[in-house]
């Protein structure tokens, strides 16, 4: 109930503030005072917003769903099978994630850092900037080069924001987020926050979230010869200090909204299940996770409701094909994922060891033994759903050497980022891992969607911004452009 208080309290105040300037009290202002409705803003109203609007989008909806998991294989459409067949409307790659992110996400974690200035509250700024940075790299890894620097400034008169290179976004947020860490004041009573749904105003994790980001980041940058900062370095930095940049160290410090049996609080695919039943298992996870004898399919996927076998849906059928499968001959998102008080995770600590073997694979010292952080990782996600990994799965999925062991560490990653559909769709792009296969009927020229498109708003509204930013891209505003982490 708290999170539903917090969130009408939001309400309100964005309601005195749109209609507090036309309002005419006169001598009557004691009168006209209602004691109950906010006049003036506070951090702790706008963060429960600026929070739960980011992770549904990125979670659940059209954005989440129907591009992130579908084009990353963990689900497949078995209805209306457009979408798996990569045709992505303007309502997805504009209303539901690029005018969420901007207009709501980012406009409310801009207020709350300008409320933390104006209160010498740097605890506030800092989990503005973390949030905010989030947001960006999810931005910038869905459309490639966005609006940064000039991003979020309507207010002060920059209505055409200009468009940063992807690379010089990651560096920028990578020294944001050093900021922010370095900003925290922990123990310090007078500079506590409130309405953290997301870490429970624990301020220790959030610096932990702000350094593991870092370092997904810079894993994006490693061996990129045109990368505008010292990438080793930043990355040595925080695994070389673990005191002043800590970082994840088990699954109790994941990074996840943990949502509430409650309207308009919970798990949005939860709310999606209410009314539709389009979405099946992909069958290349599931037969991926069966080759595997992996105990996770139990709890990513529900066996058929006729009975038998884990059974998954190809990816981009006709919809005659899909329905022609049953409905209940083919296996529904697993009842963990689809529950109303299912996490949305962001960032996870097996997310994390898998990265860091990956820098190990690729010489950072400081990042440990290649195959210990793999074998964690494994670890780590199984028990993130309350299993524990049988020996003989360790044993039989042990790390080979060489290119055939990096397959391995992205394959693992793939699967342990289930529900996380947006960054798994990135490490694929990015590395080529696990070999994916275009949908079976594919609208997208037989590629498997690079980006998404700017919204036909930018165009309409920004052109000359707009049409730098592609022309320095090297391509054209469709889903064939290759993003600079790719090349």
């Known amino acids: 109930m708290k999170r539903i208080f917090h969130s009408l309290r939001y309400k309100a105040l964005l309601a005195a503030l749109m209609l507090g300037t036309a309002a005419c009290t006169g001598e009557f202002d004691t009168i ?18 600026g929070i739960q609007s980011a992770v549904d989008a990125y979670w659940g909806g059209s954005l989440g769903m129907d591009v992130g998991d579908l084009i990353s294989q963990y689900w497949a459409r078995i209805q209306y099978t457009d979408a798996d067949q ?16 901007f207009i709501e ?29 989030w947001v960006f790299s999810v931005l910038t890894d869905i459309y490639g080069d966005i609006p940064y620097k000039d991003a979020i400034k309507g207010l002060e008169g920059t209505l055409q924001p200009k468009y940063d290179a992807q690379k010089d976004v990651y560096a920028g947020l990578v020294a944001e987020l050093k900021v922010a860490n370095d900003m925290i004041v922990l123990n310090d009573n007078s500079k506590a926050i409130a309405g953290d749904i997301l870490l429970n105003n624990n301020l220790t994790r959030w610096k932990k979230f702000a350094n593991t980001l870092s370092l997904r980041l810079l894993n994006r940058m490693i061996n990129k010869a045109d990368a505008p900062i010292d990438v080793k370095s930043e990355i040595n930095r925080i695994l070389g200090d673990p005191t002043k940049y800590p970082v994840l160290t088990s699954n109790a410090d994941n990074v996840q909204l943990n949502y509430l049996d409650a309207t308009n609080n919970n798990n949005p695919i939860n709310q999606n299940r209410k009314t539709r039943d389009d979405h099946r298992v992909s069958a290349t996870l599931v037969n991926k996770l069966k080759a595997l004898s992996d105990a996770r399919l139990a709890v990513y996927a529900n066996a058929p409701a006729d009975g038998g076998d884990y059974k998954g849906v190809p990816n981009g059928l006709s919809n005659a094909d899909a329905n022609a499968l049953g409905l209940s001959k083919t296996s529904k998102v697993g009842n963990f994922f689809v529950s109303p008080t299912a996490p949305g995770v962001i960032v996870s600590y097996a997310d994390l060891l898998f990265t860091k073997a990956e820098l190990a694979y690729k010489g950072i010292t400081a990042a440990g033994d290649v195959a210990t ?55 694929f792009r990015r590395t080529g891992l696990p070999a994916l296969q275009p949908a079976v009927i594919n609208t997208n020229g ?42």
């Open 86 to 101: 990569y045709t992505i409307t303007n309502d997805v790659y504009g209303t539901a994630s690029w005018q969420v992110f």
């Open 446 to 487: 037989g590629i498997i969607p690079t980006r998404l498109p700017y919204p036909g708003s930018e165009e309409s509204l920004n052109a000359t911004n707009f049409n730098e930013a592609l022309t320095r891209q090297g391509g054209k505003n469709d889903m064939k452009l290759k993003l600079w982490f790719a090349k």
């Open 32 to 49: 006209n005072t209602n004691p109950n409705s906010p006049t003036v803003g506070t951090a702790d109203l706008f963060l429960p917003h």
């Open 373 to 427: 952080n793999y074998t964690n990782g494994i670890t780590a996600s199984h028990s993130q759903y309350g299993l524990t990994v049988a020996p003989a799965y360790l044993t039989a999925n042990a790390l080979k050497s060489g290119a055939d062991g990096y397959t391995q560490i992205m394959e693992q990653k793939w699967i342990a980022l289930y529900g996380q559909g947006l960054e798994a769709w990135t490490e």
């Open 105 to 133: 996400s980012q406009a409310d974690f801009q207020r709350i850092y300008k409320l933390g200035v104006d209160g010498n509250n740097p605890n506030y700024q800092a989990v503005a900037i973390i949030m905010r940075s």
